[in-house]
């Protein structure tokens, strides 16, 4: 068939909405500490547990918010027929041996930071296309895998220069149905990489900032919507140095987002309090800050429509050492409670 | 709307299947001395190609064999509505920075050498959902590169086993689209993780084995095929132990595909002239047999219908490290010359 489904250069606008039925969360001690706290499914006292590494800590996480959200939708892990999930580590082994037990079908991605807004748009899609009646989009992210693989074991006690960002230990996990009453994923606008020659890799805000601001903008120029027509724009971890380049960029551009515009990255911790520099990153920063704030928030109507932007850089140590600037990219996705 | 395009437990039936309108190949020197030769667009004298580092050989590699693909089509980069790529590489930077400055919203994957059939699955389901006309699949590896990350150094010299396979140099990319008369996509099933404890990482074969079988053992029971309706059952990269396991394994369950099987890291080396022990692998194996070989065999009627495989070890060093198995998966496309 003809795609009759698009708008614009890089938008689709569904045309069956698939419906959120559930989310959960589950995170670290520090993001339990912080103002985000009361909405999530469970703190974790301890970073590994019960398990021997962080990595399969990570993996716990993962499987264990899978399952949470499947059983509040009142639903069992047979009735899901496709888990879209990623993560941070190499090879992604987060989510691989997360879902390892689970016994359904896997579309493995990776997004960096954007993947929350990248399972959330396929596992949409599946819906949308007639594809599933039932689908699970989530990620991961845990502070010591991360630390670990990307800068510098804890044990090193390196100093963190005050725009690096705290990686984020959690998950979240939606469950997304072809059979409910919202709130609807309506709009998707799926981002191209964007890389203007950043290469602090100290400062992921600020080298993920374009990519976010090119989504946004072409978000707009595609839709016909206006800043106005959301209660919140939320990016995904672009923290206090991105969020700021980010609305001057858009501002710029002649787009004015500053009255609703926040960030996950922000919104998780206190960072003067929880000395956590820029804030907070990681895939599973927007995934949290989504399963558990901002879905609590659309399903009491304090929100009604939201864009949600989950931002990821591309980059490896390797590429890094390599000489390489960081590529960024972002994802976007409307969530509304009322269909127009 | 309700998933109307199911069939059975993990199989789609698409409703307007996309049609493959081109493909692109490009290859490393050894690939070209092997038997699939003629049917590759480019064959690579230097594995740098001129490049300072393996990892951006590989991602121009990726970069220029997407680019073929889509001249071949007759259509600009601008046409293509998505990319779906993915690769072997930590935090998958042969993708990311091979399409960095291609300018196409793009989806990261991840599914290990499983990823030319993942890609496809989403690319063709895109298509089918109305969501894209145009849509690019494609995956890369290279062999420098994946010695050094997974296993040593190749300065080290290191001794391989018989049992391990040797990783394909070379990216394979694949255009659909909604307007065209065929070789159609027309089913798709998705694998889950399989994982029955083999921890040997220079035995790949054996660990992707039990996903292959029960991918294509789920295939024939959801859309009640036999073996016979197909020309060809070609698995990714199991090489000759993961191949005589599959057909074993599927023999004992009563289901025999031995007419008609064979497996993409067989047919690109040969294994006794060119002491590539088991075979090929590597995501960039079935990519290019694919984009090569199948699609001459599909366009020249050589072949008519095929079940094409690609399968993914789901591990990474630090989890081997910490003791874990091998997770498998394996996921399956029916492409046809001909709609039923």
Redesign the interface.
């Known amino acids: ?6 708008l614009g250069k ?1 938008t ?1 606008k569904l ?2 909405p698939p419906s959120i039925v559930s989310t959960a969360s589950i995170v670290g001690k520090k993001e339990g500490e912080g103002p985000l706290s009361k909405y999530f499914d469970q703190i974790l006292e301890d970073a590994l547990w019960g398990e ?2 962080w ?2 800590a990570e993996s716990k996480i993962l499987r264990e918010t899978i399952i949470k959200a499947v059983t509040k939708a009142s639903l069992s892990l047979g009735d899901i ?2 888990v879209f999930a ?1 993560d ?6 987060g ?3 997360g ?2 037990e ?11 930071c954007s993947t929350m807004a ?1 399972s959330l ?2 596992a949409a ?9 039932y689908v699970v989009a989530a990620t991961s992210s845990h502070f010591c895998s991360a630390e670990r693989q990307y800068r510098f074991p804890l044990e090193y006690g390196g100093q963190r220069p005050l725009t690096s960002q705290w990686t984020v230990t959690g998950s979240g996990a939606v469950v997304l149905s ?2 409910e009453n919202g709130p609807y994923i309506t709009h998707i606008t ?4 964007v ?1 203007l020659g950043i290469k602090d890799v100290n400062n992921m805000g600020a080298a993920m900032a374009p990519a976010a601001v090119d989504t946004i903008y072409t978000h707009f120029e595609d839709t016909g919507f206006i800043p106005d027509d959301y209660d919140l724009i939320i990016t995904g971890d672009l923290a206090q140095i991105g969020k700021n380049i980010t609305e001057e960029l858009l501002q710029e551009k002649g787009c004015n987002i500053s009255r609703q515009y926040n960030d996950c990255g922000l919104k998780i911790f206190d960072n003067k309090k929880q000395d956590t520099h820029a804030g907070g990153s990681g895939c599973g920063c927007s995934a949290v800050v989504l399963a558990g704030y901002l879905y609590n928030e659309l399903t009491k109507g304090n929100l009604n429509k939201i864009l949600f932007i989950a931002t990821g850089a ?6 890094s050492q ?1 000489g ?1 600037s960081i ?1 960024g ?1 972002a994802h976007a996705v409307t969530i509304q409670n009322t269909l127009e």
Not at 102 to 112: Q, S, V, W
């Open positions: 068939m003809t795609a009759t489904k698009r890089q689709i045309q069956y021997k590494t990595e399969k027929q496709y990623g941070l580590l190499n090879q992604c082994i989510s691989s041996f879902i390892r689970l016994e359904i079908p896997f579309f493995g991605l990776y997004g960096a990248e748009s396929l899609m599946t819906i949308d296309g007639g594809f599933a009646d072809s059979k799926t981002g191209k990489i890389d591309l980059l490896s140590p390797i590429s390599q390489e590529p990219i």
